[in-house]
């Protein structure tokens, strides 16, 4: 029995490099986690499905995320309770909305949030075409605001989590504009912004725009989401409802009436707001409860009817030609990725663009904006594009021993040596892109082997740490504990000697005057940003920097004019971008990046592919 309207990817050898994930997909400690595409096939969602590797399951949970940043923090937190109610005897299917995540489709498109109602039924219905005895339901934030407004007006389910609800698609709304007021405010004090530039808390664009952290709302989305309410009524959508609130937090109305229904019950939870941070903890209690509230009622286990489907779906932009994508896996830290490839097929040796993480953000980027890049690029027709995720981040296992999210994983030198391999076999150039930690990553990996061009965005330009300073993984037991030395880059003398006394930096810091703290990082320990750039130059990468004023002024110091120097004789290219948001979490330093990115790409893919006359990449 086949679920309706799914595509699947098949997983196969092959030497040294990716693997396309299937049904036999990696174990997670009893789990399997097996990467799926439902839907029709002109708009396929992207969803995961956790399961026991046994196969028999009590029942079946469909988790609805939140969206923006709040989505973006929350992956590794899902993606943990969806392995957890795994290994507790339940499938878990989580998924991502119409123009969220891998899925098809972009803000811009009309009736979305009619369409992120049909996604949770599409959902719900795959979930029982697994056989399982039992449907269930969890959302979180507006996940469960929706979830909530589509059990509703439609079919009931046997268990329904409100995870910290959104009262209305208002009330998310209003908390989204005041988190974006809030960044531009820090902005101002970070001088990437002037003080006019800073929104009042209800303002919204000229075009009627919403525009929260890691997402914008288009006028109509808006409008439509705006009425979506955690609504009151006679009984539950559900057999059996939890619903989780804040214990600091005050209830809103219209969720404290929903507590008054029959089969109700509720629970306070703590920690909900660290998991939204930007370096985000997972609420374990949180996870806790919710699967032991799933195991209450028991009953008879049954045998899972596993989907079948296609190995790969397509993704169509009006105007352009169609894009083939496919989840795979790399090397032994089972990185996982998705492959964007032109639909009628692609050279081997074609260019690979690669795109990593920005912090702990997934590998979908900052605002989604690998995902666009990557569909843009390989829709033009001579690359292939890699989003992946580091070990730990997104939806990357952590390595044995290791901890999860970290924005610099200790093991990213073995990471990037995995992702280097495993596209490298058949001669392919690869032109590499990152932002702050992930442009960090690109230098060092291009510095240990030249690449075909870098395309960095904010670096940190930290990469000669103290010790493992920025990594404070846990290492495995009796594991050596020497002093990692990222690939290619020349540490200076001291910066050994600073790894000792590491627990007293911030002592040293508070207490070194600034000039000296400056010259200190820079000449003993970090070494020299404009002299990384010019041995890229030198062993033959072609590098575009883009930064914005305040990074640009931190790259500059001391060595302006060698700088100038370098982008006189045409070895660097330096774009400085007025009020450029550090994270390109802002739309306007979005748009900005994409538009660089674009022209940048098309200009090396072209040159590299003999087609220095191809059109112009779509943006």
């Known amino acids: 029995m086949s679920w309706p309207g799914c595509t699947r990817v098949q997983r196969r050898d092959v030497a040294r490099g990716p693997r396309d994930l299937t049904t036999t997909a990696r174990p997670v400690t009893g789990v399997e986690s097996v990467p799926l595409w439902i839907g029709s096939s002109d708009r396929p969602l992207f969803a995961w499905l956790d399961v026991p590797d046994d196969h028999l399951v009590a029942g079946a949970a469909v988790i609805c995320p939140s969206m923006g940043l709040e989505a973006a923090y929350s992956t590794r937190a899902l993606r943990q309770l969806a392995h957890r109610l795994a290994g507790a005897g339940w499938a878990a299917l989580r998924f991502d909305y119409a ?23 599409l959902a719900i219905d795959c979930a029982r075409s697994l056989g399982a005895e039992r449907v269930g339901v969890v959302g979180l934030r507006l996940g469960a605001t929706l979830a909530a407004a589509e059990l509703a ?14 009262a209305t698609g208002k009330a998310f709304l209003r908390e989204q504009r005041a988190m974006a007021a809030f960044r531009r405010e820090m902005a101002v004090e970070w001088g990437t912004l002037q003080e006019g530039e800073v929104p009042a808390l209800d303002e919204t664009s000229e075009d009627g725009l919403v525009e929260a952290p890691g997402i914008v709302f288009s006028a109509a989305t808006a409008a439509d989401l705006d009425p979506l309410a955690v609504a009151w009524s006679d009984q539950s959508p559900a057999s059996r409802e939890l619903v989780l609130t804040r214990e600091e937090r005050r209830v809103e109305r219209a969720v404290t009436k929903r507590l008054t229904m029959p089969g109700v019950e509720s629970s306070p939870i703590v920690g909900q707001e660290a998991l939204f ?52 896996e790399f090397g032994p830290g089972h990185l996982f990725g998705v492959f964007s490839e032109p639909e ?33 690029c390989a829709a033009a027709g001579n690359v292939r594009c890699l989003r992946v995720d580091l070990s730990g981040i997104g939806d990357s296992p952590a390595r044995p021993g290791r901890a999860e999210l970290r924005g610099f994983p200790h093991d990213a030198p073995e990471d990037m040596d995995d992702i280097r391999r495993a596209l490298t ?48 993984n846990p290492v495995e037991e009796g594991a050596p504990s020497e002093d990692r030395q990222t690939w290619g880059t020349p540490r200076p003398i001291l910066t050994r000697a600073m790894a000792l006394v590491a627990p007293y930096k911030h002592v040293i810091r508070k207490h070194m005057p600034t000039p000296f703290w400056w010259m200190a990082k820079r000449w003993l320990m970090n070494g020299s940003p404009v002299r990384t750039l010019e041995r890229l130059a030198q062993s033959g990468v072609d590098v575009l920097f883009v930064c914005g004023t305040n990074e640009a002024r931190r790259v500059y110091r001391g060595e302006q004019h060698r700088l ?32 660089l990115f674009s022209a940048y790409v098309a200009q090396h893919a072209a040159a590299l592919s003999g087609r220095a006359d191809s059109p112009a990449m779509p943006s």
């Open 153 to 166: 007006r439609g079919g009931p389910v046997d268990d329904l989590v409100l995870w910290d609800p959104c």
């Open 277 to 328: 941070a930007e370096k985000p903890a997972t609420p374990v209690p949180t996870l806790d409860r919710i699967v032991s509230w799933f195991s209450e009622p028991g009953g008879p286990m049954v045998r899972l009817t596993m989907p079948k489907g296609q190995v790969t779906a397509v993704h169509r932009a009006p105007g352009r030609p169609g894009v083939r994508e496919r989840a795979v």
């Open 564 to 595: 100038q120097a370098l982008i006189a004789k045409g070895e660097i290219r330096v774009e400085t971008v007025a009020h450029l948001d550090h994270s390109l979490l802002e739309r306007t330093s979005h748009d900005r990046v994409a538009e």
């Open 425 to 472: 076999g058949d001669g392919a150039q690869l032109i590499l892109v990152g932002v702050c930690s992930g442009a960090d990553h690109s230098i060092e990996m291009a510095q240990a082997e030249p690449v075909a061009a870098l395309c960095v965005i904010n670096p940190a330009f930290s990469y000669a740490r103290w010790g493992d300073g920025k990594d404070a």
């Open 344 to 376: 009628d097929g692609i050279d081997a040796s074609a260019p690979t663009v690669v795109f990593l993480n920005v912090g702990l953000i997934g590998h979908q980027g900052p605002g989604r904006l690998w995902v666009d890049l990557a569909r843009a």
């Open 99 to 121: 123009a969220t995540g891998d899925s098809v489709g972009t803000w811009s498109d009309p009736d979305l949030v009619a369409e992120w109602l049909g996604n949770i039924r």
